[in-house]
């Protein structure tokens, strides 16, 4: 009887957790803007990666392999899966999704620097300015 009535909650939270689950869109982007801080001197900077592109902040190399962002009438949130090396120490430091509304969920964990997803852009935002 236990067993059984176990058994039902558990399906029934499932069953619960699938219907409400809000299903989103993500719509590809070709490049990320970044949020990036040096621990040491406290600098904080912006900067944008073409995906596929590596790009040096500090002693890390960043290279976005994906940028997604929601349409404008989701909820919004742009999500980038990035990959991150220590160049000094010639390793791997992070490797999975980043999320802007949620930088604690899947964070950097780095002795001198911290780096952060703010957006995904359909064009990079140091070409935009310029023109």
């Not at 919004?76 to 220590?86: G, H, K, N, Y």
């Not at 430091?93 to 780096?115: C, I, Q, R, T």
Request: hydrophobic share 45%; proline share 7%; net charge negative.
């Amino acid at each position: 009887m236990i067993r059984r009535t176990l058994l039902c909650a558990v399906a029934g939270v499932i069953a619960l957790a699938v219907f409400d689950a809000r299903a989103q869109t993500f719509e590809p982007y070709p490049f990320v803007l970044l949020g990036g801080m040096d621990k040491v001197t406290g600098n904080v900077t912006s900067f944008t990666v073409a995906v596929g592109q590596a790009q040096a902040f500090g002693g890390l190399e960043v290279t976005p392999q994906a940028c997604r962002k929601t349409p404008p009438e989701e909820p919004p949130e742009s999500a980038a899966f990035l990959q991150i090396d220590d160049t000094t120490m010639h390793e791997r430091v992070f490797s999975g999704w980043m999320f802007a509304s949620s930088p604690g969920v899947s964070a950097l964990e780095h002795p001198v620097y911290d780096v952060w997803v703010l957006d995904c852009l359909s064009a990079s935002q140091d070409a935009a300015s310029s023109e």
